[in-house]
């Protein structure tokens, strides 16, 4: 980063290609496109999937609010199709019954860093001509059927706000496997300015999407540790996942099987039924232990329903894990001890 604020280039300049190479080479992509944030880039993608006013766009319902929110800038419509209450991620078979001539694409999200069903979204996509983009913000690291996400060939965005696995700040990557998306991507990140065209040449319309170099510096700084990053979070969950082993009254998050490996993102218990979550999140936070309700379902948020008129109901199983689910303290430097204490607070807030 000080070498980037010498050299006097601090935006447009190689911290950001070298950023961008060394990202696509993590993830098994050929191209990397790096962004102002995971949402900018969830949008650019929208905008090169060409969705307009009318268009339907299938999506989670247990999300982060800006997989959503990325098409309907474009004027495409939310569909949500309810989750797999396992996987917490699209129901494959709730995504095909919502498809009607109207649907265009699908934003597949990997939640909490557990992959998506992208085999058979893949297949959905083909036979009725649609867009696949795969919002991977959470999933840096994650594994689909023996491949990192970013190396399946589908369109995918990664995030790096603070919380993320690594993080620039703010900020964003788009890894592609199409070249003619990488060019489009870039010049859209840029004004629309076309490749080899002058400062002041606009070739279509475009966003101030840019990442700077000085973050750009960061990220690749945050690469360099990322195997290490990675591995103390695989521990700190796993010490979660003995620590609660014999504490009743909720659910760890799924383990991973031969197809799919998370990424940790997060650490998401999900409480019995008829468990008062509030007075659970009371008692932790009068020992100073903070959580949090992850996640809301976006289709109950209040703008949703005042566009849209979603109601309670549309996606049942997304709306009780909303209902249910806890993250606890969780990132990469969290010390033993203090992990035992959130554990030790929550059995006995539970048992209450
Ligand atoms: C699933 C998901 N999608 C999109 C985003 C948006 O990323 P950003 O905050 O970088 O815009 C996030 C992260 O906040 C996320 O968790």
Not at 248 to 267: I, K
Request: include cysteine; glycine fraction near 8%.
């Amino acid at each position: 980063m000080l070498d980037v604020l010498r050299s006097g280039r601090l935006s447009l300049g190689p911290a950001i290609d070298r950023f961008e190479e060394l990202f696509a080479e993590r993830v098994g992509a050929p191209y990397a496109a790096a962004v102002s944030s995971g949402t900018a880039g969830l949008h650019l993608l929208c905008a090169i999937a060409g969705l307009q006013t009318g268009d339907e766009v299938i999506t989670s319902p247990y999300s982060f609010v800006a997989s959503a929110n990325c098409f309907i800038y474009e004027g495409a419509t939310p569909v949500f199709a309810d989750v797999d209450e396992r996987t917490m991620n699209l129901d494959p078979a709730a995504v095909e019954a919502t498809i009607t001539e109207r649907t265009k694409a699908i934003v597949a999200v990997d939640i909490f860093g557990y992959p998506c069903e992208l085999d058979p979204l893949r297949e959905l996509c083909t036979r009725h001509g649609l867009a696949l983009i795969q919002d991977a913000c959470e999933a840096l690291g994650t594994e689909y059927r023996g491949r990192i996400v970013g190396s399946h060939g589908v369109d995918a965005v990664f995030a790096f706000y603070p919380n993320k696995q690594m993080t620039t700040g703010e900020g964003g990557m788009v890894t592609t496997h199409d070249e003619e998306t990488w060019r489009r991507l870039v010049s859209l990140r840029n004004q629309g300015r076309a490749d080899g065209g002058g400062w002041l040449e606009h070739a279509r319309l475009g966003y101030n999407y840019r990442i700077d170099d000085i973050r750009a510096a960061l990220g690749i700084g945050q690469l360099e540790k990322l195997d290490t990053i990675l591995s103390l979070r695989q521990a700190a969950a796993m010490r979660y996942g003995e620590l609660l082993a014999e504490v009743d009254g909720l659910e760890p998050p799924l383990a991973d099987d031969a197809d799919h490996v998370r990424s940790w993102f997060v650490y998401v218990v999900t409480l019995a039924r008829g468990t008062d979550r509030e007075r659970v999140i009371a008692e932790l936070e009068r020992q100073g232990i903070a959580t949090s309700r992850y996640l809301p379902s976006i289709h109950l948020q209040a703008y949703m329903r005042e566009r849209y008129g979603f109601s309670e109901g549309l996606c049942p199983v997304s709306e009780d894990l909303s209902q249910r689910t806890l993250a606890l303290p969780f990132f990469t430097a969290i010390e033993t001890e203090d992990q035992a204490r959130v554990a030790e607070a929550l059995a006995a807030a539970l048992r209450r």
